[in-house]
């Protein structure tokens, strides 16, 4: 028995921890393949275009550990960062142009939120349906043309150098949302009811938490993190592009996944998700400098998100059993 206990624990301690060793053995295969790859061009540019998904992967940890699905965080992000694009273009000052498309991604959140909860409707289902509504919306406003225009404070967001070429606006951006949501969810209230609603909604409600109102509250604030990560792309672009950030919902909760989040809700942390993202994005950048087909990365990055939920699922066999 003891023995049984033991093969255990080293099984569930490779489960927990097989992202971060994944991770080490990517950077350094990289590292050694192609000498490309740790220069100061690719580090900046591995900096500059992390942002973004890793903004959308906190907002689907959250979002996964409350135990629901987001289809459309990334046509949240897509809507939000063009209309900030467009209201830059009327000579808004920046910070009104911030808030108000922050309120438009809270909006989306808010609405999806209360049709799960008041109509009683499957998160998968009706963010699927949301998602092509959004992204119809704005690509039936602009044409499907992408808003150019806008003035240099808008790129300034993203673009402006902190360290070198290496560390950007939008990177500082990122990190300071990490600290807050890491703190967040793992010492304030809300983060607490996030894991109590996704472990067990019933037992929340018994033990006094209006689990409907925490839970559009979650989705509410998700939309804003969509909203924000859609003004870092479109200020990186230097464009609003109604049609940008497709396929970004899926690498966020395939990131979050791999982090030790589980998809059946009440269990994750957002530093976990964001190591599952660092890997996810070293592994697509260590392909494309390795020269490999655009078309097989997606292939390969494919494959790598099925891994995940099956690693996902294992992971939970394990904590069952244990």
């Known amino acids: 028995m003891p023995e049984t206990t033991s093969k255990f624990n080293i099984q569930s301690l490779f489960l927990k ?7 080490i053995i990517l950077l350094a295969y990289f590292s050694v393949a192609n000498t490309n790859f740790l220069s100061i061009g690719n580090i900046g540019n591995f900096f500059r275009q992390i942002p973004t998904v890793g903004i959308l992967t906190i907002g689907y940890t959250m979002i996964l550990i409350t135990g629901y699905v987001d289809l459309s965080i990334a046509s949240i992000a897509a809507f939000s960062g063009t209309a900030a694009v467009y209201l830059s273009t009327k000579g808004l000052p920046a910070p009104v142009v911030i808030l108000l498309a922050l309120l438009i991604g809270g909006s989306f959140g808010a609405i999806n939120g209360l049709l799960i909860k008041k109509l009683d409707l499957p998160s998968f289902i009706l963010t699927l349906g949301t998602n092509y509504v959004i992204r119809g919306i704005i690509m039936f406003i602009t044409n499907g043309i992408y808003v150019t225009g806008a003035p240099d404070w808008f790129t300034k967001i993203s673009t402006s150098k902190i ?43 018994l033990s006094g ?29 230097n464009v609003g592009g109604p049609n940008e950030g497709q396929g970004l919902d899926g690498l966020a909760m395939a990131a979050a996944i791999m982090g030790g989040t589980s998809f059946a809700g009440g269990v ?45 699922y294992f992971r939970r066999l394990a904590e069952k059993h244990a």
């Open 209 to 237: 938490i209006n689990t409907d109102r925490h839970v559009v509250k979650v989705f509410i604030i998700e939309g804003m993190l969509a909203a924000g990560a859609g003004i870092l792309l479109m200020a990186n672009l």
């Open 268 to 312: 994750g942390t957002v530093g976990g998700a964001i190591v599952g993202i660092l890997t996810l994005q070293v592994f697509t950048n260590g392909l494309a400098i390795m020269g490999v087909n655009a078309f097989m990365q997606n292939a390969v990055t494919g494959g790598v998100i099925i891994l995940a939920i099956i690693v996902d």
């Open 17 to 23: 921890y097989s992202v971060y060793l994944v991770l």
């Open 163 to 205: 360290f070198g070429n290496v560390i950007f606006s939008n990177t500082i951006i990122f990190v300071l949302l990490v600290l807050i949501f890491a703190y967040v969810m793992k010492h304030t209230r809300f983060g607490k009811y996030c894991y109590v609603v996704g472990s067990n909604p019933e037992a929340a409600r």
